[in-house]
């Protein structure tokens, strides 16, 4: 799949992925797309060789941001997804890709929202349960 077809998927999968009552709270947020984690981001989410991330957020979240956010100068927040580790995962559990895209981007979202990991995986295991 070409970065093109990829990012288009990410944008039509928005909207799937976060209910749109959220969608509006998402405010300085740049949406990435690289082919893999770096060797520095591995690094600092501390992955073993044989480990990899779908997708990274990368910001101060909106729980945290105090009445100064935002006065001068402030960079953007940014959610990347790695798409080979997501080609690769849709691949193995045998679903559609576009799944996999939705999953990570609600992931990545909710630690913009100020949800920690395992508050995330939590949410997830529930959700999953009522599949």
Excluded: C
Excluded at 1 to 12: D, H
């Amino acid at each position: 799949m070409t970065r093109e077809e990829f990012e288009k998927l990410i944008a039509e999968e928005f909207p799937e992925a976060v209910p749109e009552q959220f969608r509006d709270k998402i405010q300085n947020v740049a949406f990435l797309t690289e082919d893999e984690p770096s060797q520095a981001v591995r690094q600092q989410e501390g992955l073993a060789r044989n480990e990899t991330l779908l997708g990274l957020y990368h910001g101060i979240p909106a729980t945290a941001r105090g009445d100064y956010y935002g006065v001068g100068s402030t960079l953007p927040d940014t959610i990347t997804l790695f798409q080979k580790p997501i080609e690769e995962i849709a691949k193995e559990r045998g679903v559609d890709i576009r799944q996999i895209i939705r999953e990570t981007i609600w992931h990545e979202v909710a630690h913009h929202f100020g949800y920690d990991e395992k508050q995330i995986r939590g949410r997830e295991q529930k959700r999953d349960v009522g599949k």
